[in-house]
């Protein structure tokens, strides 16, 4: 008895050790889990509760709404606002070491919708920039949400990019193939273009292992190359980034209508080699941005063809009018041309930013800039197959999903509509001229070749300096909210430079910008700043435009 008597007490010990301990290891467990939750609440960047993404959920949607109504109200109000001077103080601000609420982060975000550059106003005509579009808010979105990097590897985004650059690549005639890249914009696909002809002319191997210097030393002699003048910046700018020098690219002279004189090219080459040079590049321009001359592009083909030159073709934004019937004619030879620079993000509208580069000759893109570090190597099959990746066409490894708005933007639009709005644009540089030659305070001072016109306004009484004068006009224009041209200069002298790459413009705004350059124009001559509406300083949107301004929008 003695004996079950103990045992029974053994056991009921053991019993209650094993419910303690089970007891206790329940607790560890939740406290863990509670300890694991709480650490990850503290460190990851996305909400932790459902309040949290339905905070998330409502304030988008709410954002979302105001990007749809700054487009919808694009045609309406000032063309530039700057930003007020309140709020660039307030701009100045301590690195944040706490974070905002979702509410505070939307109203900071939404408080910068007033003041974009204006180039979504149908007024806005400086440099050349494109006008973006509604329907470009929504790529971003997906875009962001995916978080792809495009650098490299298997995933559905390089699957866009791959069938975008196809299409680029049928739209400007170029073999299929060819190698292609997606870039930030013309500057960078010149680069990557005039890196792969360099690299080319000097031997690939021995440009990229010993450097320009030494493979300079093994050809003829330095290399040069040629360019019409007036061609853009872009193209000193990459002899220079290149290790070339921006003195090695010629400037030859051009012909009344602005394109590059042949004659002229052929005699440069043949004195630069008489010289022991080494020409190995002639570029031209499809759309020079001064004026819009469009080079003769075939003749520049059967040139380089017949010298063993490259021939690089940039295309910034008048490549893309392939797509309207009435400029495309005048693109012969851009097809024929060894590289193709140009931008989606001028004359085809998709929200900024997004550039192009087209490479004849696949291998020689490769060789230029392909590189595979261990960490790097490519598969048949998972993650790393796929092969060439994007980066192996350019200097990029990390890349955003850029594919993904020129992907949606042509499914949306399709090229009849965006060829049209190019077609459009050219009638409105052809009615603006007409009008400012039936003015006779203005002085039209180039040839309409695609959309940009450049005029002077001329005060019948005479004043000190046209150059000043007209600066002056360009800015009050600017900054009373009414239009944006730009300036520039031809033959020495400052003129009002108007660029018409913006579907949203209509023949009523060139009638206006030509009504207020008059009006503004002898206002200044005649010293009166008395009728000055807003200065550059603070200003609400909309609410200083003129009373004709108001009228058009
Ligand atoms: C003819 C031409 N080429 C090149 C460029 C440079 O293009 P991006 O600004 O996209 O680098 C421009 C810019 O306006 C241009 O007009």
Same mark, same amino acid.
Request: aromatic share 6%; hydrophobic share 40%.
């Given at each position: 008895?003695?004996?079950?008597?103990?045992?029974?007490?053994?056991?009921?010990?053991?019993?209650?050790?094993?419910?303690?301990?089970?007891?206790?290891?329940?607790?560890?467990?939740?406290?863990?889990?509670?300890?694991?939750?709480?650490?990850?609440?503290?460190?990851?960047?996305?909400?932790?509760?459902?309040?949290?993404?339905?905070?998330?959920?409502?304030?988008?949607?709410?954002?979302?709404?105001?990007?749809?109504?700054?487009?919808?109200?694009?045609?309406?109000?000032?063309?530039?606002?700057?930003?007020?001077?309140?709020?660039?103080?307030?701009?100045?601000?301590?690195?944040?070491?706490?974070?905002?609420?979702?509410?505070?982060?939307?109203?900071?975000?939404?408080?910068?919708?007033?003041?974009?550059?204006?180039?979504?106003?149908?007024?806005?005509?400086?440099?050349?920039?494109?006008?973006?579009?509604?329907?470009?808010?929504?790529?971003?979105?997906?875009?962001?949400?995916?978080?792809?990097?495009?650098?490299?590897?298997?995933?559905?985004?390089?699957?866009?990019?791959?069938?975008?650059?196809?299409?680029?690549?049928?739209?400007?005639?170029?073999?299929?193939?060819?190698?292609?890249?997606?870039?930030?914009?013309?500057?960078?696909?010149?680069?990557?273009?005039?890196?792969?002809?360099?690299?080319?002319?000097?031997?690939?191997?021995?440009?990229?292992?010993?450097?320009?210097?030494?493979?300079?030393?093994?050809?003829?002699?330095?290399?040069?190359?040629?360019?019409?003048?007036?061609?853009?910046?872009?193209?000193?700018?990459?002899?220079?980034?290149?290790?070339?020098?921006?003195?090695?690219?010629?400037?030859?002279?051009?012909?009344?209508?602005?394109?590059?004189?042949?004659?002229?090219?052929?005699?440069?080459?043949?004195?630069?080699?008489?010289?022991?040079?080494?020409?190995?590049?002639?570029?031209?321009?499809?759309?020079?941005?001064?004026?819009?001359?469009?080079?003769?592009?075939?003749?520049?083909?059967?040139?380089?063809?017949?010298?063993?030159?490259?021939?690089?073709?940039?295309?910034?934004?008048?490549?893309?009018?392939?797509?309207?019937?009435?400029?495309?004619?005048?693109?012969?030879?851009?097809?024929?041309?060894?590289?193709?620079?140009?931008?989606?993000?001028?004359?085809?509208?998709?929200?900024?930013?997004?550039?192009?580069?087209?490479?004849?000759?696949?291998?020689?893109?490769?060789?230029?800039?392909?590189?595979?570090?261990?960490?790097?190597?490519?598969?048949?099959?998972?993650?790393?197959?796929?092969?060439?990746?994007?980066?192996?066409?350019?200097?990029?490894?990390?890349?955003?999903?850029?594919?993904?708005?020129?992907?949606?933007?042509?499914?949306?639009?399709?090229?009849?509509?965006?060829?049209?709005?190019?077609?459009?644009?050219?009638?409105?540089?052809?009615?603006?001229?007409?009008?400012?030659?039936?003015?006779?305070?203005?002085?039209?001072?180039?040839?309409?070749?695609?959309?940009?016109?450049?005029?002077?306004?001329?005060?019948?009484?005479?004043?000190?300096?046209?150059?000043?004068?007209?600066?002056?006009?360009?800015?009050?224009?600017?900054?009373?909210?009414? =239009?944006?041209?730009?300036?520039?200069?031809?033959?020495?002298?400052?003129?009002?430079?108007?660029?018409?790459?913006?579907?949203?413009?209509?023949?009523?705004?060139?009638?206006?910008?030509?009504?207020?350059?008059?009006?503004?124009?002898?206002?200044?001559? =005649?010293?009166?700043?008395?009728?000055?509406?807003?200065?550059?300083?603070?200003?609400?949107?909309?609410?200083?435009?003129?009373?004709?301004?108001?009228?058009?929008?």
């Amino acid at each position: 008895m003695r004996t079950s008597g103990t045992s029974v007490t053994v056991t009921a010990s053991v019993l209650v050790l094993a419910a303690y301990t089970l007891r206790r290891r329940l607790i560890e467990r939740r406290l863990r889990k509670k300890r694991k939750q709480a650490s990850q609440s503290s460190t990851t960047l996305d909400p932790t509760s459902a309040e949290g993404w339905a905070s998330l959920r409502a304030n988008a949607h709410a954002l979302l709404d105001q990007c749809c109504d700054r487009f919808e109200a694009a045609t309406e109000g000032r063309t530039w606002t700057p930003l007020p001077t309140s709020m660039k103080k307030a701009l100045h601000e301590p690195l944040p070491r706490e974070g905002i609420s979702r509410e505070a982060q939307c109203a900071r975000l939404a408080s910068l919708l007033p003041y974009g550059v204006g180039n979504t106003h149908p007024r806005f005509f400086g440099w050349v920039n494109g006008s973006g579009n509604a329907g470009g808010v929504l790529p971003e979105l997906v875009g962001a949400a995916l978080n792809a990097n495009c650098g490299a590897r298997e995933h559905g985004a390089i699957h866009i990019e791959k069938q975008v650059l196809e299409w680029c690549r049928s739209m400007m005639g170029f073999p299929p193939e060819c190698g292609a890249l997606l870039v930030s914009g013309t500057s960078m696909a010149t680069i990557v273009a005039l890196k792969t002809a360099r690299d080319k002319a000097l031997g690939i191997d021995s440009s990229r292992k010993t450097g320009l210097v030494r493979a300079q030393a093994g050809v003829k002699g330095a290399l040069v190359g040629y360019m019409a003048q007036g061609a853009h910046s872009c193209l000193t700018r990459a002899f220079d980034i290149l290790g070339l020098g921006s003195d090695a690219l010629r400037l030859v002279p051009v012909r009344p209508d602005f394109t590059m004189d042949l004659e002229e090219l052929g005699a440069m080459v043949e004195e630069d080699r008489r010289a022991g040079l080494t020409p190995f590049l002639v570029v031209g321009t499809a759309g020079s941005v001064n004026v819009g001359a469009i080079d003769d592009l075939d003749s520049i083909a059967t040139f380089t063809e017949e010298h063993g030159l490259w021939f690089h073709v940039d295309g910034a934004f008048g490549a893309p009018a392939v797509l309207s019937e009435m400029v495309r004619p005048r693109l012969r030879g851009m097809e024929r041309a060894s590289s193709l620079a140009f931008d989606f993000h001028k004359w085809l509208h998709v929200n900024y930013d997004c550039g192009c580069v087209l490479v004849r000759d696949r291998e020689a893109h490769l060789r230029a800039f392909s590189e595979r570090p261990d960490y790097l190597v490519g598969d048949e099959r998972g993650l790393a197959s796929g092969q060439p990746w994007p980066m192996d066409y350019g200097p990029e490894l990390s890349r955003g999903f850029r594919a993904l708005k020129v992907w949606s933007h042509f499914l949306e639009h399709g090229t009849e509509k965006l060829g049209a709005s190019i077609t459009r644009n050219v009638e409105h540089a052809h009615y603006l001229a007409t009008k400012l030659d039936a003015t006779e305070e203005i002085e039209r001072l180039t040839p309409v070749s695609l959309q940009i016109v450049c005029f002077r306004y001329v005060p019948r009484r005479a004043v000190g300096d046209l150059d000043v004068l007209n600066n002056a006009i360009v800015v009050e224009l600017q900054e009373r909210g009414i =239009a944006a041209p730009s300036t520039t200069r031809i033959k020495r002298q400052l003129v009002i430079r108007v660029s018409i790459t913006n579907h949203r413009t209509r023949f009523e705004d060139l009638d206006l910008l030509v009504a207020e350059t008059c009006n503004i124009g002898a206002e200044l001559a =005649a010293g009166d700043m008395s009728l000055r509406v807003s200065g550059s300083g603070e200003s609400d949107s909309g609410a200083s435009v003129s009373s004709s301004v108001r009228e058009v929008a």
